[in-house]
């Protein structure tokens, strides 16, 4: 992108592009050098061996570059901004005062912090995007869904009525957004929906516990997938709760990691897959990790 990018009327701007391209050079040539010699070797270690330095050598680069950009745009902003106080106009003609403080910027200042209420997380409100936005369907129709679609629906065992899934959906999004509670939700869908559409109470939990720690996986996942936070958490952990519940499946997940580990890359598409929750009444979670975090961890690549 860097290629097509150019700033004529900002030097400094310009500036940066003009060192990516140059840096961007030097390492083409040098990758052309060594890929040429990694497919003459015929060996797949070499390939490998290949992509993992220029793909972290590139990664470092278009960092450098984001943050050179960054700079330079407070830069050019913070020039714009009106000095503190207002301009001297003592002992200037009376017209002349008036036409400079009519027409001078207002003296620049903080604005006030914000509001309790103005506040955002921004978890908690891709959790509650994720939740709002999913399709309501019968069990039939989501059980006929492949797995990637099911992260995209809505469903309750039992209910067939879309008005009465809708509902409840909209209930638990609701009930995230103010504060993820089991007892406010349980009064509140009942409110909304006839006493008998829950099998059990448990089936109510269920569907609370499942379809919340789904929105929040999500969630966080949307706020990952922000290319300024994805570069900084590209491992993830799995982490079952080891208790006399915990089925066997979910509780091996911890051991099919990166050498045998709980830590995996976070755009792995088994850990995508079996990203927690995966299940009903799934209690396992998934934290990101930096690369100094999944180093200490024991992985290999991370410490490279």
Avoid at 34 to 54: E, P, Q, R
Avoid at 104 to 121: C, N, T, W, Y
Avoid at 210 to 218: E, H, I, K
Wanted: aromatic share 8%; hydrophobic share 40%; proline share 6%.
């Amino acid at each position: 992108s860097a290629y097509f990018s150019h700033d004529i009327h900002n030097r400094r701007a310009q500036g940066v592009l003009n060192r990516t391209l140059t840096a961007a050079k030097g390492l083409s040539t040098l990758a052309r050098r060594d890929l040429a010699t990694a497919i003459k070797s015929n060996s797949g270690d070499a390939i490998v061996s290949f992509v993992n330095k220029y793909r972290l050598q590139l990664a470092n680069l278009l960092t450098s570059t984001q943050m050179a950009a960054l700079l330079e745009g407070a830069v050019e902003v913070a020039s714009k901004v009106p000095p503190f106080g207002t301009i001297p106009v003592e002992g200037l003609p009376i017209t002349e005062q008036e036409r400079i403080l009519s027409t001078s910027p207002a003296p620049f200042s903080l604005p006030p912090p914000p509001l309790e209420e103005q506040l955002h997380f921004p978890t908690i409100d891709e959790a509650v995007k994720s939740l709002s936005a999913r399709n309501v369907l019968t069990r039939s129709q989501y059980d006929a869904l492949d797995a990637a679609a099911r992260t995209k629906a809505f469903t309750v065992a039992g209910v067939d009525a879309e008005e009465t899934l809708t509902k409840i959906r909209d209930a638990l999004a609701a009930n995230v957004e103010s504060g993820a509670d089991y007892e406010a939700f349980k009064q509140e869908v009942l409110a909304a929906v006839d006493s008998g559409t829950f099998l059990s109470d448990a089936h109510q939990e269920t569907v609370f516990r499942t379809n919340v720690q789904s929105a929040f996986s999500d969630g966080q996942a949307s706020v990952l997938a922000h290319p300024l936070v994805r570069s900084s958490f590209p491992y993830s952990t799995y982490d079952a709760i080891h208790d006399d519940r915990v089925r066997e499946d979910h509780l091996a997940l911890e051991k099919h990691g990166i050498g045998g580990t709980n830590v995996y890359r976070t755009d792995d598409p088994v850990f995508q897959m079996f990203r927690p929750p995966w299940d009903y009444n799934d209690r396992c979670s998934w934290t990101p990790i930096t690369v100094k975090q999944a180093a200490a961890s024991g992985i290999s690549e991370a410490a490279e």
